[in-house]
């Protein structure tokens, strides 16, 4: 066995779906990297990393879309600043 990321043996073993490791990514419990070498050694196959892994301006697109979804408040800015000048 290779040392990969779990994401890759699940998809392998059939213990996760696509959609699964496609959550996973958001959640960075795996990455693209990862994938990759999964793919390198057989693990991940071509299609399953195709299906996992956008183009690459498809990620910009939806990191740009996540963040104008999420609003800020003035109290959460404030709490950050807070943190930042108590470190």
Known sequence: MFNLNFWCYALKWKWATVEQVK???TFNDVTKEDLEKGLAVGIVTQE?????VPPSAEIADTT???A???PVTDEQLTT?????NAE
Request: hydrophobic share 40%; aromatic share 6%; glycine share 0%.
């Open 48 to 52: 399953q990393f195709d299906a996992i």
């Open 80 to 84: 950050q600043e807070q943190q930042t």
């Open 23 to 25: 959550m996973a990514i």
């Open 68 to 70: 104008e979804e999420v």
């Open 64 to 66: 740009a879309e996540q």
